[in-house]
């Protein structure tokens, strides 16, 4: 794989392969740019280095169809004042007007392509449909981490019809952070994994129980494993047909040495509401209540365990943090992972919206920018969008 701070641009088109899914308002402004941001270092080496910039994203779930609603156009502006440069834009993402738009662009100039997933090709992966994204520039560059786990037209297939193509830098971060960091751990590693379902995070813990020292579980899913112990959970949310799974995880994690702690106490709940008569309880959650999120002794024996840290992944919040008599243990796992010393990867879109909103963001090593894709990168499983720019 071409290494894009090793790689001269001059004079050549690079089309580049960035997720500028981003939120819109109803007046159809841009609500967080994070991810327009995160694309424009890449967006720059190729134009520093005399080359010309076509991009391509997806917005929104357009099914197929062209949609106005979600239309990249809606942040042309925005783009163009990020990046200082007038940004041109494309009626489609392919076609022979396209084409000349392509052709005729010069040097230093950058234009970004319409809706990919107006085209139903994209998705499925078309060979057709990316033999043309590709005949519009000379140089692939993938810098879209959140979809490089599927196999769509843009993000995998074109990269069959290009001599050059590499990882632009975001993509290179991810590799490196979710990738190497992981795989080559230093120790002790802690892993922090909440959220609602042992069944999203399943294969993650079978990954994470064969390389970690510590495992942290919060979240809904704590209570599949409480109740797998044999304790009441009340209300609580459970996957009753993951029971024996559970328990076989807790077998696991024992057989390799991995110390999978789970909440020693918790808040508990008499309905679903931030207004709700709360209660601390300990590992037994009364009938009638609903454990919503970890209880102060939790956290602070949470907090002990990453503080020894040299390595923590973190993916699942721990309680429901959006409401704020719930947050307290998400929030207080996010002071603990920001004040260590350790090598901290946030991954996962909860945990990064929750870690954005505790202000602590630029305390953390590496953010990751995709979800499922860094989902799937902790599983171990090859993403399909880094083997083909590895091709």
């Known amino acids: 794989m071409a290494a894009i701070d090793s790689f001269n641009f001059a004079g050549k088109k690079a089309i580049i392969r960035v997720d500028f899914n981003v939120p819109l308002n109803d007046k159809f402004e841009i609500t967080d740019d994070t991810r327009i941001v995160a694309a424009v270092p890449t967006i720059k080496k190729v134009l520093a280095d005399g080359g010309a910039v076509i991009l391509m994203s997806h917005l929104g779930r357009p099914k197929g ?3 106005p609603k979600y239309s990249l156009k809606h942040i042309v502006a925005h783009l163009s004042a990020t990046l200082g440069v ?9 076609g022979d007007e396209v084409k000349a738009m392509a052709s005729d662009l010069k040097a230093g100039e950058v234009m970004l392509l319409e809706n990919l997933r107006y085209h139903k090709e994209e998705e499925k992966g078309d060979e057709g449909f990316a033999k043309q994204l590709a005949e ?8 879209a981490f959140g979809t490089a786990h599927r196999a769509h037209a843009s993000t995998t297939i074109i990269a069959k019809f290009m001599d050059e193509k590499m990882a632009g830098y975001l993509l290179d971060k991810e590799i490196k952070f979710l990738g190497d960091t992981v795989e080559n751990a230093e120790k002790p590693f802690v892993a ?29 899913m704590a209570y599949t494993f409480l109740k797998a112990q044999g304790h009441g959970i009340g209300n ?18 024992k057989a390799n040495g991995v110390n999978f702690m789970l909440p020693v106490d918790n808040l508990a709940a008499d309905k679903f509401d931030n ?12 009938e009638g209540r609903m454990a919503l999120d970890v209880g102060p002794e939790t956290v602070k024996a949470y907090s002990a365990e990453i503080a020894g840290a040299k390595t923590v992944v973190w993916n699942g919040p721990m309680g429901c943090f959006e409401m704020p008599n719930f947050s307290k243990g998400t929030f207080g796992v996010c ?23 505790s202000g602590l963001a630029d305390k953390m090593s590496h953010i990751s920018t995709g979800g499922g894709a860094s989902l799937e990168f902790l599983e171990g499983k090859e993403l399909p969008g880094v083997v083909a720019i590895r091709g």
Request: aromatic share 2%; net charge negative.
């Open 136 to 143: 519009l520039a000379d140089v692939y560059v993938n810098d």
């Open 275 to 286: 207004e709700a008569d709360i209660q601390v309880v300990g590992v037994e959650i009364p």
């Open 192 to 220: 922090i994994v909440g959220g609602a379902k042992v069944s999203g995070k399943l294969e993650v813990l079978k990954s994470l129980i064969t390389k970690v020292d510590t495992i942290l579980i919060g979240g809904g």
């Open 236 to 253: 609580s949310l459970v996957e009753e047909d993951l029971i024996d799974t559970a328990k076989q995880i807790l077998v696991d994690a």
């Open 86 to 94: 007038d940004v041109k834009f494309a009626p489609d993402c392919i």
């Open 335 to 357: 002071q603990a992972v920001a004040d260590s010393s350790a090598v901290s990867i946030i991954g996962g879109g909860d945990s990064v919206a929750a870690v954005n909103q």
């Open 65 to 67: 169809e062209a949609n």
